[in-house]
């Protein structure tokens, strides 16, 4: 039987949790398979793909820096990634090779795991944030059919993502007290809150109650924010999932087989965060 063989490629790579997700899947479905950490440096990213074929990749994940730097190497891109500009995972179709973006896709099954029913009458989101985190958040809320509002300390970039995406609005933090007052749904994207990083300083009082809040920072699991919006009554989700749950569109294209997020899974991860930083 042939190893089929994925990556993870980055630059740095080391620190990657990526490897631990996806062996966990091959060994609970008893695949022969390997996922393999790759470190490209972007000088290194034109020969990476000219021994694609040969190396026998069947896919694998882009990280950062690359994750618009792989586009040109690609034959095609699907929608998700077109539309955030970022590939995530590289496959093959009928011998061509494809990049997508499962960004959004663990975003949204992350929250629909953590906070089942959250979008039964939801109809208002506001993001914190306008970068890549944010991107793949705007895009899912806005698939699934809620009225984004995008809040960043360069308003500039709000308001460039709210174009973007088409129907969404853009603002400055000083907009965000009023916004909360109408959100079902309040999203961190920005990295503050993140261990090692300034904490994210915002006051839920103004919150709509029964609003649910989301933090896709999840070292530590439970940030500052989702302490804070918990004591307030809210529901949580913690960011560790939206990593568990982007997984598993890739591996069911490597390894023919969609594999399932478990809580075993989720407590390997924290287990492995809680590890390798003290406090978190
Ligand atoms: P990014 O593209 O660099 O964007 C960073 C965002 O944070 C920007 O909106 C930036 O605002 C804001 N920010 C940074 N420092 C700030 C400060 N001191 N005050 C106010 N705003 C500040 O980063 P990213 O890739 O979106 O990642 C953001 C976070 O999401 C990271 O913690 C990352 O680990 C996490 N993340 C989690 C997952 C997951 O699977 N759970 C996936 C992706 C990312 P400006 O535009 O004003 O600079």
């Not at 990083?197 to 920072?217: F, H, I, S, T």
Request: charge should be negative.
């Amino acid at each position: 039987m042939t190893t089929r063989r994925a990556f993870v490629m980055g630059h740095p790579i080391a620190h990657s949790r990526s490897p631990m997700l996806h062996g966990y899947w091959l060994d609970r479905y008893g695949i022969a398979g390997s996922y393999e950490r790759v470190d490209v440096a972007p000088e290194d990213l034109g020969a990476f793909f000219a021994a694609y074929r040969e190396s026998g990749w069947v896919g694998g994940n882009v990280t950062v820096p690359h994750k618009l730097a792989v586009i040109p190497y690609l034959d095609r891109i699907d929608e998700a990634a077109t539309k955030l500009g970022a590939v995530n995972t590289i496959w093959w179709d009928d011998g061509r090779l494809i990049g997508g973006n499962t960004d959004w896709v663990g975003f949204l099954g992350n929250l629909d795991e953590l906070a089942p029913g959250w979008d039964r009458d939801a109809k208002k989101a506001v993001i914190l944030g306008a970068g890549g985190a944010a991107r793949a958040a705007a895009y899912a809320l806005g698939e699934r059919g809620l009225s984004v509002a995008l809040c960043n300390r360069t308003a500039s970039k709000a308001e460039e993502l709210a174009v973007h995406f088409g129907g969404m609005s853009g603002h400055g933090l000083d907009a965000l007290p009023a916004l909360m007052g109408e959100a079902d749904l309040l999203v961190n994207t920005t990295s503050l809150g993140m261990m090692g990083k300034p904490p994210l300083d915002v006051d839920l009082a103004p919150l709509k109650p029964g609003a649910v809040v989301y933090d896709v920072v999840y070292v530590p699991l439970e940030t500052g924010l989702l302490k804070a919006a918990k004591a307030q009554g809210h529901r949580t989700v913690d960011g560790l999932g939206m990593l568990l749950h982007q997984a598993v569109e890739g591996f069911g294209h490597w390894f023919g087989q969609t594999p399932e997020v478990t809580r075993e899974l989720r407590s390997l991860l924290i287990d492995d965060i809680r590890a390798k930083t003290p406090g978190a």
